[in-house]
């Protein structure tokens, strides 16, 4: 049975249910009980560390590096994965995300927009600072494409 499933099957069973709220949490409730971990992706791998770190709950002044995250993410997934990077932030943690995903990057406290192009073309820091910073950039794609998606 998948993490959603079980959470429905163990209902009435609290410490069971509390365990596996957290991988439902980081978007992972689609994933099968007992699946082996050399199946997941890149990106469920880094959801399956982070809910760990989660139910450990540690306070603290940790700093997570998370590398596309939002890779094979549904819209509502990644939802999911925003409200899990703010649980991490109120409890004192601080966040480097590289992303190409504009729904997670346009909540970013601070964006550092490389470019202009990727490869040999790239690796120049075209804009940084804040949503309002990088939207202002007439040379970030990043701004623009992000212009569009938000309707400035």
């Not at 049975?1 to 409730?29: C, P, W």
């Amino acid at each position: 049975m998948t993490v959603d499933e079980a959470i429905e099957f163990f209902q009435d069973h609290h410490r069971i249910v509390s365990k596996l709220q957290i991988l439902r949490e980081v978007g992972l409730g689609y994933l099968m009980l007992g699946q082996s971990t050399n199946t997941l992706s890149g990106g469920e791998s880094q959801r399956l560390k982070l809910a760990t770190h989660i139910n450990e709950g540690q306070e603290g002044e940790n700093l997570f590096l998370f590398d596309e995250p939002t890779t094979g993410l549904h819209l509502a997934d990644v939802e999911l994965l925003l409200m899990t990077f703010q649980k991490l932030l109120s409890k004192g943690h601080s966040l480097i995300v590289i992303e190409h995903n504009l729904d997670l990057i346009r909540w970013a406290d601070y964006i550092i927009d490389l470019g202009p192009e990727g490869g040999n073309e790239g690796g120049n820091i075209v804009a940084e600072g804040n949503l309002e910073k990088v939207l202002a950039c007439k040379d970030s794609y990043t701004g623009q494409f992000l212009k569009k998606r938000i309707k400035v």
